[in-house]
């Protein structure tokens, strides 16, 4: 059992940048790949990130690439994301994700467990 705990969200302005935590329980932290998603109001939970299980390999979501990074310490049972030049376009819940599923997900059936959600809010 992994339980994943969110911080580090909150109401930032256009164009500032933003840093989330996901800090994992457990000691099979590093057996996972991570993904990052969001759910905006009325719409439907959507992917954003992916690392895998060393932190050797990112992929990401076309309306975040260049602007978002994935990392994460192992030795810390913790995966981040970094969001930079922020858009009103990406305020939604976000959420962590943890999946054994070798390669990368992007689909939220491969993930077995989740955090508990953060609020991000960009302003224009």
């Known amino acids: 059992q992994v339980q994943l705990v969110q911080s580090g969200g909150g109401l930032v302005q256009a164009g500032d940048s933003l840093r989330l935590f996901c800090v994992a329980s457990?000691?099979?932290?590093?057996?996972?790949?991570m993904g990052w998603f969001r759910q905006a109001p009325g719409k439907e939970r959507e992917f954003v990130a992916h690392i895998n299980w060393s932190g050797g390999s990112t992929f990401y979501a076309d309306s975040v690439k260049g602007r978002f990074t994935v990392s994460r310490d192992n030795a810390k049972n913790t995966v981040y994301l970094q969001m930079s030049s922020l858009k009103p376009e990406d305020t939604a819940v976000y959420y962590c994700a943890a999946t054994l599923a070798f390669g990368v997900e992007v689909g939220t059936q491969e993930y077995i467990y989740w955090g508990q959600g953060t609020q991000v809010t960009v302003s224009s």
């Open positions: 457990g000691r099979t932290f590093s057996s996972y790949a």
